[in-house]
């Protein structure tokens, strides 16, 4: 079993419509939670980060985490094309320093 | 404040050489991570330098080595390149001392190995 599995999609969605990703984790006693969006050819940009479990609103983005579950997920409201990219789910594993485990990665296209 | 910065942004080196890859963290932060992204993969773990020592290390053979100087930049070295490092090498930012210890990552190394 992966320590984080992602889809790998792609997910298509229209413009304006809400994008739903997923993302399960292996370490029950991990507490950090990681959204970072990364385009094609660039390098991890860090969009949303969940500690508690619950939602987290920034914008038009809401990261949700349900540590029961193990399971943390990111909604993106109003999608826009520039929205397309990959969407990396990091966890910080329990204990010790500070490294994260990332998913592979799921494809987000949002076309007009 | 400036960001994380990575040089050189792209190499090309044939198998059995040797690589310095070089990361300036963000101003503010004390800790730098490596990882190693495959294509198509998510970012791996190679290892993490806290005042100017290894403080954890991923699945990642000796060849793989770093340092961390005074001023919290960093260097990644890799010895006798194989076909597989072929990969994105990316350096992230971090202040160790908090308990939401966020990671920023600079834009990357691209190493092709022939």
């Known amino acids: 079993q992966k320590e984080v599995e992602q889809n790998s999609g792609p997910l298509s969605v229209p413009e304006g419509a809400i994008a739903s990703l997923n993302c399960t984790y292996s370490d029950r006693g991990s507490q950090s939670f990681f959204w970072y969006r990364q385009y094609s050819g660039k390098s991890p940009e860090l969009i949303m980060s969940?500690?508690?479990?619950g939602d987290k609103e920034d914008g038009r983005f809401t990261a949700q985490l349900n540590k029961a579950s193990q399971y943390v997920s990111l909604l993106i409201r109003d999608s826009q094309p520039s929205d397309s990219a990959t969407y990396l789910c990091a966890v910080r594993l329990s204990g010790g320093y500070n490294k994260l485990i990332f998913g592979a990665g799921t494809r987000l296209a949002v076309h007009p | 404040e400036t960001g994380v910065t990575q040089s050189p942004t792209h190499l090309i080196k044939t198998r059995g050489q040797q690589v310095t890859l070089r990361c300036s963290s963000q101003s503010g932060h004390n800790t730098v991570s490596w990882y190693q992204q495959a294509l198509g993969q998510g970012p791996q773990f190679i290892f993490q330098?806290?005042?100017?020592?290894?403080?954890g290390r991923g699945n990642f053979p000796p060849r793989f080595s770093g340092l961390q100087f005074p001023n919290y930049s960093s260097e990644l070295n890799v010895n006798a390149l194989e076909l597989d490092d072929s990969a994105l090498y990316l350096c992230?930012?971090?202040?160790?001392?908090?308990?939401?210890?966020?990671?920023?990552f600079g834009p990357g190394t691209r190493l092709t190995v022939l």
């Open positions: 330098y806290y005042r100017e020592e290894e403080n």
């Open positions: 992230a930012s971090s202040f160790t001392g908090t308990r939401n210890n966020e990671q920023f």
């Open positions: 969940i500690y508690s479990n």
